[in-house]
């Protein structure tokens, strides 16, 4: 057990160095190659449509929005979900594509969504993923923050992009 414990950690330090060594490497290093962190806001209008699920324990939706403002764009997604045992707690993970214009750059990237509500308490994470932008909006990282507002959604981007 302590050998296994011990590659485990000898492991999990050179999986660490080299993830540094990437990430340094892959720094800007003239202002071509450089980012500019942009805000964007907006409304949507969202459609879920329920889908056959694989398993009783987990439900299945279709996701089309029509994304406002800042970002002009259509999407379209997958979602899944689970209930908890306990009433208030449940998660749900999907795949967005978005296609349309950023702020005056067309092309499309998909988010990834990850949320968990425990016991009535919403955790959710919506993230760019890396390298799926095309045309004017490749090289595009960002998180988006949802919120909802009775029956308004509307959303704030916090993207870069090349410059």
Known sequence: MRATTRTGVAAWTALTVGLTALAAAQTPTTPEEATVTHEATGTF????????????????????KQLHGDLEAESVGEMVSAMGAVQGSAGYVA?????????????????????????????????????????????ISGRMTII????????????????
């Open 45 to 64: 209008d969202v459609k879920l449509t329920p889908q056959t699920a694989h398993s009783s324990l987990l439900g299945r939706m279709t996701i089309d």
């Open 95 to 139: 795949m967005e594509v978005v296609r349309g214009t950023l702020n005056g750059r067309s092309g499309s990237f998909v988010l990834q969504h990850s949320a968990t509500m425990n016991r009535g308490v919403p955790t959710l994470s919506v993230t760019v993923v890396p390298d799926s932008g095309t045309d004017g909006l490749a090289g």
């Open 148 to 163: 909802i507002e009775g029956k308004d959604h509307s959303y704030r981007f916090e993207y870069s992009l090349p410059s």
